[in-house]
Antibody
């Protein structure tokens, strides 16, 4: 059973770069038709899709974040990563990594990691 | 950009049926999903491709769609079903879009 675990600093200063890594266990990140995604959730608010990467390296990003986001994959470590630059307090959120199952129609996200809180503050 | 709307809250008595709606342009064509998020926990997939239920999800959860509306139905609601529920769909120009969430209270 695939499990995902986020890791990275819990505190980032304004204008700096947020960096998180997701480690996938219980299966190879390269196998199957999956995307690997990042989703975030500010406290008490809804979910916001950040972006995703296919194991080929192809990426898709939320248009509202596209200029600041980079998602990459390291198949040798079974990990994928998120970098969000020029952060502000509005980027404070719980960040989830997750697996997206690619189907002919209607992909779905399952499972999700436990989430990691990142606070942007000086 | 593509948007989804949901009612902020739904209340249901134990054992009764709760219906949560999600509205969006041509939503029925997008084969969307529903996620359950209990307080302090990560979201869990409860319905995918409009109406399919993942293994391990109780039969009391079901999904249906019309042209512009998706509905999550909880038949025989239990206290453990108290949670936030988010609908989700993919739009080619916006990417993944989530609804704002509906808080289900069982009382």
């Amino acid at each position: 059973q695939v499990q995902l675990q986020e890791s990275g600093p819990g505190l980032v200063k304004p204008s700096q770069t947020l960096s998180l890594t997701c480690t996938v266990s219980g299966g190879s990140i390269s196998s199957g038709t999956y995307y690997w995604s990042w989703i975030r959730q500010p406290a008490g608010k809804g979910l916001e899709w950040v972006g995703r990467i296919y194991t080929s390296g192809s990426t898709s990003y939320n248009p509202s974040l596209k200029s600041r986001v980079t998602i990459s994959v390291d198949t040798s470590k079974n990990q994928f990563s998120l970098r969000l630059n020029s952060v502000t307090a509005a980027d404070t959120a719980v960040y989830y990594c997750a697996r997206e199952v690619a189907a002919h129609i209607g992909n779905w996200i399952d499972p999700w990691g436990q989430g990691t809180l990142v606070t942007v503050s000086s | 950009s593509y948007e989804l709307s949901q009612p902020p809250s739904v209340s249901v008595s134990p054992g009764q049926t709760a219906s949560i709606t999600c509205s969006g342009d041509k939503l029925g064509d997008k084969y969307g999903c529903w996620y359950q998020q209990r307080p302090g926990q990560s979201p869990v997939l409860v319905i995918y491709q409009n109406s399919k239920r993942p293994s391990g999800i109780p039969e009391r959860f079901s999904g249906s769609t019309s042209e512009n509306t998706a509905t999550l139905t909880i038949s025989g609601a239990q206290a453990m079903d108290e949670a936030d529920y988010f609908c989700q769909a993919w739009d080619p120009s916006t990417g993944y879009v989530f609804g704002p969430g509906t808080k289900v209270t069982v009382l």
